[in-house]
């Protein structure tokens, strides 16, 4: 084999880890929009808001220093101290979990059986409102973000993998970073699947978004499980934006990973969870293959940026319920 | 003899003391009166159902026992106490479990999953404890199953436990939401027309598990049918209901002898 087919394999394995990160934002939404029919365009940014909220609170930050300065003419900025990560991930979780309750307490408690054009708009709503939040909260600086994650190409894979391609091939590229994101990924995903098969409360979450009616009637609470599923997906959305705020750093564009879910949303189905992890993957190593392979080439390059939507509106044509969505039927 | 303590059927089961009651139910939607002014009780163990032509107010009355609608004036006792406004899911919380006219069930879960759901509220393993004490959790999905397979069996549906609901026809999806009621262990079993867009054969069907169910288990049924042939053999006692208003209550050769309940269902004008 020739170097040229390692470096394809390369981009697909690179491929692969981003469409875990992918699959991540999109894994936010499914279980938002399975369980209570809300499109939740705000998912990017509880993914920012989380990171933000982490990196902030490792670093001992005042929460609306800024607020505070102004009200009361102090010069506050940080209480001076680090806190240890796993701590910081627990008052993070913590964050989330208060976030989702306040959601649903404040707003989708009151929007129960709107058409869901009206539960999107609430959604655009919680988004501008989230992202000013975070600003008013915690500033709008850059921040790092370092849990600790190693950076870097990993240099065991790239050496032991070296010999395959003669002369001209050095080994695969792989990030430590990726490889992390992908182990983390589908250890939350393994817990996510288990959690909603054999827990009760993972019973009834499956119950609610099946017949919101039926629910109600074997006992189950619809407040309460929305309330969980808003901060499952804030916790979803914490472990992605830690994983990409990691890579390049926690910066206001990190919402706009919201974008790239889209597409694999159409690929996979809103509704399904194993749709979410393989349309990510698909979408990740479908964009990065493509680049290689007929982009750069060929087309100037750049291709990653729309190639994900083009072969998601192929999917709306061909099989708009996605690769494992539901299967639209209505009767007239 | 309504507030009697046990009396004895012909067949031989014994009603006990009045377990429900609702006292002078008015609900409204905007202008439209839906219950005027209904008061009836049930007592434990009985078959009760509860009759009327069409719009009669029949499926507003069982919402307002299930927690659905709540009722503009008017009280609801339930195990002699009175009952505070209420949300759906908490009133089944407190043991009253119902099925739907146009059946509410998971479509996307298989029949056993379906009727597990109805164990739901009585598992008492909470979230953490299901991660850290495993064993408490495993003995008590054990129980529940042992639980669901025995009405799963009552019912005659073992060669449709894994079967996905939505594939099944509609007598058989009947059966499966009586079964998913059934396996909360209800103190009243509320059922929305039972019967409703069924054959002969599975309308009969239907009226043998009915029986069976309150023979068997003992419990307390409160039925809506606007079938009247269907009803009269099945219950102890009746409330007719027409244009939202009670007309009738009694046992069922009271009610068919009733002028009232006879105009209803005969049509004649009302003024």
Do not use: C
């Not at chain 1, 695969?172 to 983390?184: E, H, K, Q, R």
């Not at chain 2, 049924?221 to 053999?233: K, R």
């Amino acid at each position: 084999m020739s170097a040229d087919f390692y470096y394809g394999v390369e981009v697909f394995l690179n491929g692969l880890m981003a469409g875990v990160l992918y699959a991540l934002v999109a894994l936010g939404f499914v279980l938002i929009y399975k369980a209570s029919g809300i499109f939740n365009y705000a998912q990017g940014v509880m993914a920012l808001f989380a990171a933000l909220t982490l990196a902030s609170i490792i670093e001992g930050q005042v929460p609306f220093a800024r607020l505070i300065n102004a009200t009361f003419g102090t010069e506050i900025h940080d209480f001076g101290w680090r806190v240890p990560v796993l701590l910081a991930i627990v008052l993070s979780i913590g964050v989330m979990v208060a976030f989702a309750w306040l959601v649903q307490r404040l707003v989708f408690r009151h929007l129960v059986g709107q058409a869901p054009i009206i539960l999107f708009m609430a959604t655009i709503g919680l988004a501008y409102f989230l992202e000013g939040f975070g600003d008013l909260m915690w500033g709008s600086e850059i921040k790092t973000l370092d849990i600790g994650i190693p950076q870097g190409g990993n240099r065991w894979i790239e050496e032991h993998s070296a010999f395959l391609g003669g002369d001209d091939f050095y080994g695969f590229f792989i990030d430590n970073l990726d490889i992390v994101a992908a182990l983390v990924a589908a250890v939350l995903v393994a817990g996510l699947v288990a959690f909603a098969q054999y827990s009760k409360q993972g019973r009834a979450m499956r119950a609610v978004a099946d017949d919101h009616q039926a629910a109600l009637s074997v006992g189950i609470s619809l407040d309460f499980i929305w309330v969980l599923v808003w901060s499952l997906a804030g916790f979803v959305a914490l472990v992605a934006g830690v994983m990409w705020g990691a890579k390049s750093g926690v910066q206001f564009s990190l919402s706009l990973i919201a974008l790239k879910a889209l597409p694999v949303l159409m690929l996979g189905g809103f509704t399904s969870i194993p749709g979410a992890i393989v349309g990510g993957l698909i979408i990740g190593v479908g964009e990065k293959l493509f680049e290689y392979l007929v982009g750069a080439p060929y087309l100037g390059g750049a291709t990653e940026n729309w190639f994900a939507y083009v072969v998601a509106l192929l999917f709306l044509v061909f099989r708009p319920q996605g690769l494992f969505g539901e299967k639209i039927i209505e009767r007239v | 003899m309504q507030d009697a303590g046990t009396t004895i059927t012909a067949d031989g089961r014994t009603i006990g003391p009045v377990v429900m009651e609702m006292k002078n139910i008015t609900l409204r939607f905007g202008g439209v009166v839906a219950i005027q002014d209904i008061s009836f009780d049930i007592r434990e163990g009985e078959i009760r159902a509860i009759i009327g032509p069409n719009g009669a107010g029949k499926s507003s009355m069982l919402n307002v026992i299930s927690g659905f609608y709540v009722p503009q004036e008017g009280e609801v006792w339930f195990k002699g106490e009175k009952r505070p406004p209420m949300k759906p899911f908490e009133v089944a919380r407190q043991g009253i479990a119902r099925t739907f006219q146009n059946i509410a069930l998971f479509e996307g879960m298989t029949v056993l999953d379906n009727i597990m759901t109805g164990r739901l509220t009585r598992m008492k393993a909470g979230l953490l404890a299901q991660m850290i004490w495993k064993g408490r959790a495993e003995e008590e999905e054990i129980e529940n199953r042992e639980a669901v397979e025995k009405i799963i069996d009552f019912l005659e549906i073992q060669h449709i436990r894994k079967t996905p609901v939505g594939r099944l026809p509609y007598g058989l999806k009947k059966r499966v939401e009586l079964a998913r009621a059934l396996a909360a262990e209800p103190s009243i079993l509320l059922l929305d027309e039972p019967m409703a867009g069924m054959n002969v054969e599975e309308k009969e069907d239907m009226s043998r598990f009915i029986l069976d169910v309150n023979d068997e288990y003992g419990t307390t049924i409160a039925l809506i049918e606007h079938d009247m042939g269907v009803v009269m053999d099945l219950s102890d006692r009746v409330v007719v209901m027409d244009y939202g208003k009670k007309i009738g209550d009694g046992t069922p050769d009271e009610v068919r002898n009733n002028q009232a309940v006879i105009d209803a269902y005969l049509g004649v004008a009302h003024d």
